[in-house]
């Protein structure tokens, strides 16, 4: 006879996925499986809390459509009544059933039934000094609510998945608007190496697993530059940005001039002569004669104000035109 999982046993499995050495998106999406081995639901999602900007991003969801989410994110956590209970008064999990005429609130009947959802619940996430990092919302197309057990489980997994969610804030004095703005293309370089769809962001071009951009991210996963300029393989130039948050580095990027009015073949010259090469190497790696690249390089030295190579190829790393030295992944091709 084989007896019935105990609640304990969800806390204790979530408690272990929590610290694994995996990104804080990975978790939350194992998190978020394991709950629904445990509890009945159809939809579920976890939002992290940017306390600088005052709003909620998804770090992972099952089942819920964009609407819904975009309004778990801002309405529901603004404006509805039983959220600000259980952010601001009483930090206990609330079920629809919970609030009386819940289902004829704004909430319930302009957002979630009409999503397909009949219950559902919220649990308000906070650490053990007491800081609100996010929340888990759980849904439901049954009309039947969740067990007071399973609330008495989401009580105790509160200070257990909060950290995962203060794992996914951006920096102190920026916000994930700032970090996101004008992206055309954002992901998450893991520590382990990897480049990771963060939830709602794209990565389906330049920071495809196929890319040249990603190899080369990957081949310099330790880098400490923040920002840099990159030419796409079609020969267009992009500001590519990183920026440290405790689970990994944020990659985003987004079309934009170089610096000094370099055009794009003298970013890709530029970037060779900070990794140390003449021209003749230079002319090899990028299809060109040496006489074009001593032209390539007498532009670069006008525009940046220098008169050496060594100087302008110290000038670039410093203010982050290009990478730190270090041999390219990938061949850097223009297409003319």
Request: charged share 20%; hydrophobic share 45%; proline share 9%.
């Amino acid at each position: 006879m084989t007896s019935r999982p105990s609640p304990l046993d969800l806390v204790a499995d979530v408690a272990a996925i929590c610290v694994e050495p995996t990104p804080a998106a990975a978790r939350a999406a194992a998190v978020l499986e394991r709950i629904g081995e445990a509890i009945p639901l159809e939809a579920a999602a976890l939002s992290t809390f940017d306390p600088v900007e005052g709003r909620h991003f998804t770090v992972a969801e099952i089942g819920y459509s964009d609407p819904v989410l975009t309004y778990l994110n801002d309405g529901f956590v603004n404006e509805d009544p039983a959220f600000l209970t259980m952010r601001f008064r009483n930090p206990r999990p609330l079920r629809w059933c919970d609030i009386p005429n819940y289902r004829n609130m704004f909430s319930a009947h302009e957002v979630f039934i009409p999503g397909g959802f009949a219950e559902g619940s919220t649990t308000c996430l906070f650490t053990r000094d007491g800081r609100y990092t996010g929340a888990l919302h759980l849904s439901s197309d049954s009309p039947l609510p969740i067990s007071d057990s399973a609330v008495e489980t989401l009580i105790a997994l509160q200070r257990v998945i909060a950290p995962v969610m203060d794992a996914m804030r951006p920096p102190e004095g920026q916000t994930w608007t700032d970090l996101l703005e004008e992206a055309g293309e954002a992901a998450l370089l893991t520590t382990d190496r990897r480049l990771v769809t963060l939830p709602g962001l794209r990565r389906d071009k330049w920071l495809a697993d196929d890319s040249p951009l990603t190899a080369e991210l990957l081949a310099n996963a330790d880098g400490t530059v923040h920002r840099f300029a990159w030419v796409s393989p079609t020969g267009r130039c992009h500001e590519v940005r990183r920026t440290r948050l405790a689970a990994g580095v944020l990659v985003t990027l987004r079309e934009a001039a170089a610096p000094y009015r370099l055009s794009p073949r003298e970013v890709q010259v530029l970037t060779l002569v900070a990794v140390g090469l003449g021209n003749p190497d230079i002319g090899l790696a990028l299809s060109l004669s040496p006489r074009t690249v001593a032209t390539h390089v007498e532009h670069i030295l006008a525009k940046l104000g220098c008169a050496t190579r060594v100087a302008a190829a110290s000038k670039a790393v410093a203010e982050e035109i290009v990478p730190l030295p270090g041999p390219p992944a990938t061949p850097l091709l223009v297409r003319t």
